[in-house]
């Protein structure tokens, strides 16, 4: 079992940038792939990107060059650094935990409690 939490999320202007964390509880973590994904209101919660046990990284093709994941095993996180950020993606993101990479968000089953994200001038 893990635990999820994310943290990092806030109010930026279009353009700008966040860094999102998620930390993870467990001493397993680091052979979990790790996904973020997003869902904004009265809208699916769509895939981001993931990370596997091995850095192996995984974007959403709208979303490649602007977004990076990584993640850091001796610290039980994973980061979603993200640039050139649009009100569109204005939602919340979520961190998720599973030992395959899903691109649907009704195949995890750890979740965080999410971290909203505002992208607004």
């Known amino acids: 079992q893990v635990q999820l939490e994310e943290s990092g999320g806030g109010l930026v202007q279009p353009g700008g940038s966040l860094r999102l964390s998620c930390a993870a509880s467990?001493?397993?973590?680091?052979?979990?792939?790790m996904g973020w994904f997003r869902q904004a209101p009265g809208k699916e919660r769509d895939f981001v990107a993931g990370?596997?046990?091995?850095?192996?990284?995984y974007y959403a093709d709208s979303l490649r060059g602007r977004f990076t994941v990584s993640r850091d095993n001796a610290k039980n996180t994973v980061y979603l650094q993200m640039n050139g950020l649009k009100p569109e993606e204005t939602a919340v993101y979520y961190c998720?935990?599973?030992?395959?990479?899903?691109?649907?968000?009704?195949?995890?089953?750890?979740w965080g409690q999410g971290t909203q994200v505002t992208v607004s001038s």
């Open positions: 998720t935990a599973s030992d395959t990479l899903y691109y649907t968000f009704d195949r995890y089953y750890y």
């Open positions: 467990g001493r397993t973590f680091r052979t979990y792939i």
């Open positions: 990370i596997s046990s091995g850095g192996r990284t």
